[in-house]
């Protein structure tokens, strides 16, 4: 089962990295101010933190660090996956308001 985690971690870390360029690649052709623009730097900041959340539970597996250190290296994963969260609560909320704006919502 750890070396199934592992690879599912690093696929997963690799398909974060991947999207983070396709993103800051649609975030360039927006124009400036454009609130797609803004959703779109507010995915960039999920997908990062996601991506370090998976590649930091990679690293740590493989050098199997919690036994080693103890529980307190889980800790960063908590930060990247709290951050990652709340940036998703925000720009949710964003978007429910641009919907409104836009005669979209009720």
């Known amino acids: 089962m750890h070396l199934l985690e592992i690879i599912f971690g690093i696929v997963m870390s690799v398909m974060g990295l991947i999207s983070l360029g396709y993103t800051l690649n649609a975030k360039r ?3 400036e101010g454009s609130e797609l623009k803004d959703i779109t ?3 960039v900041v999920v997908i990062s933190f996601l991506t370090c959340f998976s590649f930091w539970h ?3 597996e493989i050098f199997e660090l919690k036994e ?3 529980p307190v290296i ?3 994963e908590y ?3 709290t951050i990652a969260f709340v940036t998703i609560l925000i720009t949710a909320k964003d978007i429910y308001k641009t919907a409104h704006k836009y005669g979209i919502a009720e």
Do not use: H
């Open 41 to 43: 730097a507010r995915l």
């Open 29 to 31: 052709k927006f124009p």
């Open 74 to 76: 889980e800790y960063p």
């Open 79 to 81: 930060f990247f996956i």
């Open 58 to 60: 990679v690293i740590r």
């Open 68 to 70: 080693k250190i103890g």
